[in-house]
């Protein structure tokens, strides 16, 4: 069985620091990964994600996940937080070449940027 | 372009009470899905569509009902409402199976039954 976790409710960091926000996985084959946002009132938009190849991928704004597939994690990190990333943060993960597996959200991480 | 729409974005119901969610999308997308999301267990899907006409249970369909008569509208029914389906729902999209491609997703209708 496939599942996603993000260990941290909450993460808070200062306006112009790096930010990073945890995701572990566990699939029995390979993973596709995504990472989704969600702002206040709006529905999830996607904001990047990893099918194969380079581990390190770039996303929207600023946005950028490490794929370590040792750890099995997928942590989304930016190097200079902005204030307009305070949002809710979803990790997702589905199981490669398996018609049966669904994608599973993570519990999400709410990112407090502060000023 | 809208994306994915979502009415009404706001109800209040009293228990036992019947209600339909309406998604549309103007993207042709095959794949059409609905979620709830309650405090601190992230977006669990309820049912799902691989196309006009086909739809498919997905982790918590118990106590709603969908239809996809047509290829941009994916409905959600609850027949009888309960206290313990107080969530928010989303409806989302997408070209390909969701966890293959990206998906797009509408703004949430927000349900409370009292």
């Known amino acids: 069985a496939q599942s996603v976790a993000q260990p941290e409710d909450q993460v808070n960091v200062a306006e112009g620091n790096p930010l990073t926000v945890k995701c572990t996985y566990s699939v029995s084959g390979n993973p596709y990964l995504f990472w989704y946002v969600q702002y206040p009132n709006r529905g999830l938009q996607f904001l990047l994600k990893?099918?194969?190849?380079?581990?390190l991928v770039k996303g929207s704004y600023g946005f950028e996940a490490e794929f370590n597939k040792s750890q099995t994690s997928f942590h989304l990190k930016k190097p200079s937080a902005l204030v307009s990333d305070s949002a809710l943060y979803f990790c997702a993960v589905r199981e490669i070449y398996s018609s049966a597996s669904k994608i599973i959200f993570g519990s999400g991480t709410r990112l407090s940027i502060r000023p | 372009n809208a994306g994915v729409t979502q009415t009404p974005k706001f109800r209040v119901l009293k228990t036992g009470q019947s209600m339909t969610l309406l998604c549309a999308q103007d993207?042709?997308?095959?794949?059409m899905y609905w979620y709830r999301q309650d405090p601190g267990m992230g977006l669990r899907l309820i049912h799902y569509s691989v196309g006009e006409g086909t739809t498919a249970k997905g982790e918590v369909p118990d106590g709603y009902n969908v239809s996809r008569l047509k290829k941009q509208n994916f409905l959600l029914g609850l027949e009888s409402a309960a206290p313990s389906q107080t969530s928010v729902y989303f409806c989302?999209?997408?070209?390909?199976?969701?966890?293959?491609?990206?998906?797009?997703f509408g703004q949430g209708t927000r349900l409370t039954v009292v």
């Open positions: 989302a999209s997408s070209y390909s199976m969701m966890g293959d491609t990206e998906a797009f």
């Open positions: 990893y099918i194969t190849g380079d581990n």
């Open positions: 993207m042709n997308h095959e794949y």
